[in-house]
């Protein structure tokens, strides 16, 4: 289960989209994103880190905040955004309660 902080990703996503690139190869994907692709995974990167540092561990909650911020389904990146989220926001203390990470198709964006 990858696990990350807004401290350690959202600078990386920052300084990536600092490059002036038409195409990005994430390490999780065999597929390139496009730039607008890189800046709206940045965008939702952005948000649930900020809902986790905000709800803390209640996934349900900063899911569905999340879902009506972003105004259309979500889909496996952002679930697995926040559960990364949580996971790093957890890390510091014992061990993630695998209950809360139903979602047994993530990919994660680095191991």
Request: aromatic content about 8%; proline content about 5%; charged content about 25%.
């Given at each position: 289960?990858?696990?990350?902080?807004?401290?350690?990703?959202?600078?990386?996503?920052?300084?990536?989209?600092?490059?002036?690139?038409?195409?990005?190869?994430?390490?999780?994907?065999?597929e390139p994103m496009t730039r607008r692709q890189m800046e709206e995974f940045t965008t939702i990167a952005n948000l649930a880190g900020r809902m986790v540092e905000?709800?803390?561990?209640?996934?349900?909650?900063?899911?569905?905040?999340?879902?009506?911020?972003?105004?259309?389904?979500?889909?496996?990146?952002?679930?697995?955004?926040?559960?990364?989220?949580?996971?790093?926001?957890?890390?510091?203390?014992?061990?993630?309660?695998?209950?809360?990470?139903?979602?047994?198709?993530?990919?994660?964006?680095?191991?």
């Amino acid at each position: 289960m990858p696990s990350y902080t807004t401290i350690e990703l959202l600078p990386l996503l920052d300084k990536f989209l600092r490059y002036d690139a038409d195409y990005y190869l994430p390490a999780h994907d065999p597929e390139p994103m496009t730039r607008r692709q890189m800046e709206e995974f940045t965008t939702i990167a952005n948000l649930a880190g900020r809902m986790v540092e905000d709800e803390g561990l209640d996934r349900e909650s900063i899911l569905k905040i999340l879902q009506a911020k972003i105004g259309t389904d979500l889909n496996s990146d952002t679930y697995e955004l926040v559960d990364g989220f949580i996971a790093g926001l957890n890390k510091s203390g014992d061990q993630v309660d695998q209950t809360i990470f139903p979602h047994d198709t993530l990919t994660g964006l680095h191991r």
